[in-house]
């Protein structure tokens, strides 16, 4: 479950809550009030504690969600066996990169690209960058190969030396719109 839907889980019965107590505050109380009645008034009084402390746990929520890695953020799956695996975000799209097997020398690196509602993108071209800054290595483009809708591979990617290298996607959407990610990956 993404932050976006277990804001939207946590915050919904919160929110349900204050609106519930406006009403009843509007349509109970303030009348109870307007006419003196002093039980009105201590449940107003009541009301209006319990709206602030719903607030503060809004705020609570909020500020605890601030702090969880955002989905843009790279998640990435090694395994010593299997290459590396993971997945990049940004505002508008998302790629799935898996190279195999994440060794010195010749590898594959697919790419899945995919929009934020998980639906295949198209691109008119897709490059990637392979760079190893701490090796002194500058980034080296690489054409991907369309295999398939929101496919493209790259069946001989060339990691010289095993290190941590940095790869950048930019897809060209369309003539006017691309979409860049980067993330690390570690070869050895």
């Given at each position: 479950?993404?932050?976006?839907y277990?804001?939207?889980?946590?915050?919904?019965?919160?929110?349900?809550?204050l609106?519930?107590?406006?009403a009843?505050?509007?349509?109970l109380?303030?009348?109870?009030?307007?006419r003196?009645?002093?039980?009105?008034a201590?449940?107003?009084?009541?009301?209006i504690?319990?709206?602030?402390?719903?607030m503060?746990?809004?705020?609570?929520?909020?500020?605890?969600?601030?702090?969880?890695?955002?989905?843009?953020?790279?998640?990435?799956?090694e395994?010593?066996?299997?290459g590396?695996?993971?997945?990049?975000?940004?505002?508008?799209?998302?790629v799935d990169i898996?190279?195999?097997?994440?060794?010195?020398?010749?590898?594959?690196?697919?790419l899945?690209?995919?929009?934020?509602?998980?639906?295949p993108?198209?691109?008119?071209?897709?490059?990637?960058w392979?760079?190893n800054?701490?090796l002194?290595?500058e980034?080296?483009?690489?054409?991907a190969?369309?295999?398939g809708?929101?496919?493209y591979?790259?069946?001989?990617?060339?990691?010289?030396v095993?290190?941590?290298w940095?790869?950048t996607?930019?897809?060209?959407?369309?003539?006017?719109?691309?979409?860049?990610?980067?993330t690390?990956?570690?070869?050895?």
């Open positions: 479950m993404t932050n976006r277990l804001g939207r889980l946590l915050a919904f019965p919160v929110v349900a809550g609106l519930l107590l406006a009843l505050n509007k349509r109380l303030t009348p109870g009030l307007l003196g009645d002093k039980r009105a201590l449940w107003l009084r009541r009301s504690a319990v709206e602030l402390a719903l503060a746990a809004v705020i609570l929520v909020t500020t605890t969600l601030g702090q969880v890695v955002p989905p843009r953020e790279t998640v990435a799956l395994n010593a066996d299997e590396f695996s993971g997945m990049v975000m940004n505002r508008t799209a998302m898996s190279v195999t097997p994440a060794r010195a020398g010749a590898n594959r690196v697919g899945e690209l995919t929009d934020t509602n998980d639906v993108m198209t691109a008119q071209e897709v490059t990637v392979l760079a800054p701490t002194g290595i980034p080296i483009a690489q054409k190969a369309k295999q809708d929101g496919e591979v790259l069946p001989a990617a060339l990691f010289p095993a290190g941590t940095t790869l996607i930019e897809a060209l959407i369309s003539d006017f719109e691309q979409t860049n990610f980067t690390d990956v570690l070869i050895k």
